[in-house]
C-alpha cells in the first residue's frame, strides 16, 4: 500500500524553526522526485521546496530561500524539509508529493499543520 505521511508540524514562535519528515512507503522511493507543497487558508497551494530523485538537486520558492533546506534519505524513504526564522506567514499545511515521470506516478500525503505565531 502507497503510503506518504508528514510529520513534524506543530506551534511555533516567529524566528524559530521546525523540521517537517515525510516518510514514504509501498514504491520505489528513490526514484520520485519529491515536493513540498503549502496552502495557507484562503490562499492556492504553493510549491515550497523540490529535491530530485538523481542527485537530490534542491530548488526553492523565493518566499523560503535562505531558510528552508530539503534533504532525503533514501535508506529511510525519508525527505526532510528544514525550516528556519518562521514567520507567521509560513502558516499554511505543508503536503509532501512524490512523483515518477516513467510510468508515470503521483502520490500525495494529507499534510501536516504548522503554525507560526506569537
Known amino acids: 500500500q502507497v503510503q506518504l505521511v508528514e510529520s513534524g508540524g506543530g506551534l511555533v514562535q516567529p524566528g524559530g524553526s521546525l523540521r517537517l519528515s515525510c516518510a514514504a512507503s509501498?514504491?520505489?522511493?528513490?526514484?520520485?522526485?519529491i515536493k513540498w507543497y503549502r496552502q495557507a487558508p484562503g490562499k492556492e497551494r504553493e510549491l515550497v521546496a523540490t529535491i530530485t530523485s538523481i542527485g537530490g538537486r534542491t530548488n526553492y520558492a523565493d518566499s523560503v530561500k535562505g531558510r528552508f533546506t530539503s534533504s532525503r534519505d533514501n535508506a529511510k524513504n525519508t525527505v526532510y524539509l528544514q525550516m528556519n526564522s518562521l514567520k507567521p506567514e509560513d502558516t499554511a499545511v505543508y503536503s509532501c508529493?512524490?512523483?515518477?515521470?516513467?510510468?508515470?506516478?503521483?502520490?500525495w500525503g494529507k499534510g501536516t499543520l504548522v503554525t507560526v505565531s506569537s
Open positions: 509501498g514504491f520505489t522511493f528513490r526514484n520520485y522526485n
Open positions: 508529493n512524490a512523483k515518477q515521470e516513467w510510468p508515470p506516478r503521483d502520490y
